[in-house]
């Protein structure tokens, strides 16, 4: 938003300038709703997406690289879907966060943040109808998701 109000400045005084008086500054067009965008799109093969991972993860020993599998978050990340995942103080997580745990029965786990209870924080799939029976603790908790790589397998 800020870049918008500097450029409609900007032209406001351009335009001054070019007409030699005042300019009223220019409203916003009224707000639409944004259309449904559809997941994202790649023709990027596993092998790439890993290389690129390992770029992006560029040899920090806070960052893992993991390969994603199951439902549980599509559409956002689908069947290997490549992900990066860095490490994060328990303290600075947030609702809402993607965040990979350890479960109960030793399984990496990347689901969303929803809220911190006593016991640790409530977890849920995006496409899950109920919230996962663990709960990420200091103890479980591998990180957060720091960047994705779609391929095109994970799309299908």
Request: aromatic content about 6%; some cysteine.
């Amino acid at each position: 938003m800020e870049r918008r109000g500097l450029q409609k400045g900007v032209l406001g005084v351009l335009l001054a300038a070019a007409l030699g008086g005042c300019v009223e500054p220019v409203s916003d067009p009224p707000r639409r709703t944004r259309p449904k965008l559809p997941p994202p799109s790649t023709d990027v093969g596993k092998f790439q997406a890993w290389k690129d991972a390992e770029r992006v993860a560029g040899g920090d020993d806070a960052r893992q690289i993991v390969i994603g599998s199951g439902e549980s978050m599509r559409p956002i990340y689908g069947e290997n879907t490549v992900l990066v995942l860095a490490k994060i103080d328990y303290a600075e997580l947030r609702p809402g966060m993607q965040i990979a745990y350890l479960s109960r029965t030793g399984r990496r786990v990347v689901h969303v943040l929803l809220t911190q209870e006593p016991d640790g924080w409530r977890v849920q799939g995006l496409n899950n109808q109920s919230e996962d029976g663990d709960r990420v603790t200091r103890d479980n908790l591998i990180g957060v998701v720091y960047a994705s790589f779609a391929t095109y397998e994970a799309l299908k």
